[in-house]
Structure formats: C-alpha cells, structure tokens
C-alpha cells in the first residue's frame, strides 16, 4: 500500500512542480508585454499549491492502493 501511495505523491508532486513552472513563466512573460499589470507569484503560493498537489495525490491514492494491496499476486498474475 506504501508503495502506491508513494507512486501517487510522487507523481502529482511532479506534476505539481510542472505547473509551477509554468505558472512563473507566464507571469514573467505577463509582466514583459504589460508592465502596469503586477503578476508576481509568492513563495507562500508555490508551496501552497505544492502541498495541495501532494494532498490530493495522497487522497486519491488511497482507494486504489488499499484495493490493490488486498490482491492475491498469483491470482492477479494468472490473468495477465
């Protein structure tokens, strides 16, 4: 179950920093073409979101993980 779990944190941990990336890129690009208009992200916002991203990997990872953790390997195995 630990292992799916971690699959899960991970995973949206990553996707997590691919949109924080993004999000600083369009703000500096933002603030290129319109000056006047401030678009600046927080420290406080990146690790909001990050957390946030991890929480929900963590939460909707649950489900599956504790139903693949119940699975006989052989019999899921024998199918495959």
Do not use: H
């Amino acid at each position: 179950m630990f292992q799916f779990l971690f699959e899960a944190m991970t995973l949206t941990f990553f996707g997590g920093a691919i949109g924080v990336l993004l999000s600083l890129g369009i703000s500096n690009v933002l603030m290129l073409l319109i000056p006047s208009m401030p678009a600046t992200v927080e420290p406080w916002m990146i690790m909001l979101s990050l957390g946030v991203s991890v929480a929900i990997g963590l939460v909707f990872g649950v489900l599956p993980a504790r139903k693949a953790s119940k699975l006989d390997p052989i019999e899921c195995l024998r199918y495959e």
